[in-house]
């Protein structure tokens, strides 16, 4: 399964059960990464996309019903990191309130940095995008 989330510098993912943030280059850029493979994603992440785009699939158990090689667009809950083969992290690069956090270092953890890239989003001067893949043992 191939994770995408969106962190701030202290690893935040949301608070009070809401996104941190949002950008609409992000999601032009989750849409793209996927190339037209299923993105699974709740109704909540669903709400952010004004985008049509027909491999969305919104399921609030997605994690469960995501297969190998889908894309999950975590938001507002916790995934373990055995279930990715790959991560793609977006980073806001400033520190936003948070009571949900990534609950795992992601080196630590078993995944290697393949790349790293800034761009400039909608709303933010400067984003980073990192892919991670799970290192062979």
Same mark, same amino acid.
């Given at each position: 399964?191939?994770?995408?989330?969106?962190?701030?510098?202290?690893?935040?993912?949301?608070?009070?059960?809401? !996104?941190?943030?949002?950008?609409?280059?992000? !999601?032009?850029?989750?849409?793209?990464? +996927?190339?037209? $493979? !299923?993105?699974?994603?709740?109704?909540?992440?669903?709400?952010?996309?004004?985008?049509?785009?027909?491999? /969305?699939?919104?399921?609030?158990?997605?994690?469960?019903?995501?297969?190998? $090689?889908?894309?999950?667009?975590?938001?507002? +809950?916790?995934?373990?990191?055995?279930?990715?083969?790959?991560?793609?992290?977006?980073?806001?690069? !400033?520190?936003?309130?948070?009571?949900?956090?990534?609950?795992?270092?992601?080196?630590?953890?078993?995944?290697?940095?393949?790349?790293?890239?800034?761009?400039?989003?909608?709303?933010?001067?400067? /984003?980073?995008?990192?892919?991670?893949?799970?290192?062979?043992?």
């Amino acid at each position: 399964m191939h994770i995408i989330v969106c962190l701030d510098d202290n690893n935040g993912m949301a608070f009070n059960n809401r !996104r941190q943030s949002m950008d609409r280059v992000v !999601r032009e850029k989750i849409l793209s990464l +996927c190339k037209g $493979d !299923r993105l699974y994603m709740s109704g909540y992440s669903f709400a952010q996309f004004t985008e049509v785009a027909e491999n /969305i699939i919104v399921d609030e158990n997605f994690l469960s019903a995501a297969g190998k $090689d889908d894309f999950c667009f975590v938001e507002t +809950c916790t995934f373990s990191p055995d279930t990715a083969e790959r991560l793609y992290v977006f980073k806001w690069n !400033r520190v936003y309130p948070s009571d949900l956090k990534l609950s795992f270092d992601i080196e630590k953890s078993g995944f290697a940095l393949l790349e790293s890239t800034d761009f400039e989003g909608f709303s933010h001067e400067k /984003i980073t995008l990192e892919i991670y893949e799970r290192e062979s043992i």
